[in-house]
């Protein structure tokens, strides 16, 4: 049986959705097909639940400074691990339910629960039917690297798509893998009483290549859990636990979280019917502007395109591939400001220009402000980490920052919509900040980095002359 629409769509993930919601508004007929369970990996096993875990060990770890504020009994407070992580599931559930309530659950027969692989570039067998499609659009997300040699070790090991399904936290857990996930989730449950192990193979965590920002990020996240960077860990069995070894350093834990990064869900897609080379992870080549795939009727996006593994970023690409698959069009579109949080306890966030392509360049010029005198971080007992922002030195103009500091996630959107309005350094301080704030923290960044560039204001710093 052969099914004939405008589009069909291989992943019911945020890219996937948002390019169904582009082609229903071009009003083109389409399929939804997804092989696995439903639902945004956001949702089910990404930024919402860990976010919610973040919280119940955020408040609890709250009490360590309750004497300093002349709070009594903190010490007497105590945290039910499975009653937590039955918490983070519910909240768990009420996402990923809203974000069937609103998608896959008001579709009939658009809605196509089984596996795609394409059989030719416009056509894809799913299950016993196949679809012929005028375009085709590619999301089908990622899923988490395990390497082979560990996959032997069965529930000793958890990857984070399986981490919130464990119905209490270990005594002791390894973190293989010190990148955003992995940092947020190890921070929480060591606030929580595990006993956490962090190891990376790279010398930085959260990809930081800032190095200013990545050594203060270090120095106080490893005041949370002792952290092994720079070696590759090697996981044994030893009994029901797990040794994890990583250099000289060595130690029995419980379980190990695997969040080593996530690969692309390409296996049973059968790309190579597309008839074009693929790269060395199995991905086609694509215009990040358009999501065409070479110059055939077919659109990836999302995680499953290897680049920007970030909700909005997979909402922007989905829309981007649902408009020009509903039109069989090109069109490019330009793509916001990166940036990227981590949402650990101090946030750590990039934003705009990475420093790995900065680095070196006489014409830029950076700012810095330690997070110590910043009134309002103090008065919270959160005033440590640093803040850097770069910009061009001739014209001031914005190009990118890192940090680590509280209600970083804040100061990030701020310093990413500067970046993507091109500001100058002078223009971001003619905007208000009040007092006492987190902001002045980044007010102060760019005060700092306003003595390093060569444009200078016509006006004292942070004002703006009044138009005749």
């Known amino acids: 049986m052969t099914r004939k629409v ?27 097909i997804n092989g696995g ?55 768990r559930d009420i996402f990923v339910d809203r974000v069937l309530g609103n998608s896959t659950d008001n579709l009939g027969e658009e809605f196509i629960q089984d596996y795609a692989r394409f ?42 798509d399986q981490f919130f399904e464990m119905e209490t936290l270990p005594g002791s857990m390894a973190v293989v893998g010190l990148g955003v996930i992995g940092l947020e989730l190890g921070q929480a449950i060591s606030r929580l009483g595990v006993e956490v192990t962090g ?29 092994w960077l720079g070696q590759p860990a090697e996981l044994s069995a030893e009994g029901d636990r797990l040794r994890v070894r990583a ?10 979280l695997i969040s080593a990064g996530r690969r692309p869900n390409l296996d049973r897609l059968n790309l190579e019917a597309l008839g074009v080379e693929l790269d060395e992870n199995g991905i086609p080549p694509y215009n990040p502007n358009t999501m065409q795939v070479a110059d055939l009727p077919i659109y990836i996006a999302g995680d499953v395109n290897g680049d920007l593994p970030i909700l909005h970023e997979a909402g922007d690409e989905g829309r981007i591939a649902g408009y020009n698959a509903a039109r069989r069009a090109s069109e490019a579109f330009e793509r916001k400001t990166p940036l990227a949080i981590t949402f650990c306890d101090p946030n750590i966030v990039t934003v705009g220009a990475c420093w790995s392509e900065l680095e ?5 010029a950076v700012g810095e402000m330690p997070m110590g005198p910043v009134g309002r971080a103090l008065i919270m007992a959160k005033n440590k980490g640093v803040i850097r922002v770069y910009a061009e030195k001739a014209t001031g103009r914005l190009l990118g920052g890192a940090m680590i500091a509280v209600k970083g996630e804040s100061l990030g959107h701020l310093l990413a919509w500067a970046i993507q309005q091109k500001l100058t350094v ?23 980095l306003l003595g390093q560039v060569d444009a200078k204001p016509n006006a004292p710093a942070g004002l703006k002359r009044k138009a005749d």
């Open 360 to 364: 070196g360049r006489d014409d830029v």
């Open 6 to 32: 405008d589009v069909a769509i291989i992943g019911s993930g945020t890219a996937g959705l948002n390019a169904m919601g582009q082609v229903r508004q071009a009003g083109k007929s389409f399929v939804l």
């Open 426 to 448: 002078a223009e971001a301080l003619q905007l208000p900040y009040y007092h006492p704030v987190i902001e002045e923290a980044l007010q102060g960044a760019l005060n700092n």
């Open 119 to 160: 059989v030719a570039p416009n056509r894809l067998a799913v299950g016993d039917e196949e679809i012929e499609a005028d375009a085709i659009v590619i999301a089908t997300g990622s899923t988490p690297i395990v390497p082979e040699a560990w996959q032997s070790l069965g529930d000793r090991i958890v990857t984070t």
């Open 37 to 91: 369970e439903p639902g945004t990996t956001c949702a089910r096993v990404g930024c919402m639940p860990s976010k919610a875990l973040l919280q119940v060990a955020e408040d609890f770890h709250r009490r360590k400074v309750f004497d300093r504020h002349a709070i009594s009994g903190g010490e007497g407070l105590s945290v039910d691990l499975d009653e937590a992580m039955e918490h983070v599931r519910d909240l």
């Open 247 to 256: 250099g000289d350093n060595a130690v029995v834990v419980d379980k190990a």
């Open 199 to 227: 190891v990376d193979a790279a010398e930085v965590i959260s990809g930081l290549a800032d190095p200013v920002v990545n050594q203060s990020a270090i120095e106080l996240m490893s005041e949370e859990f002792p952290m």
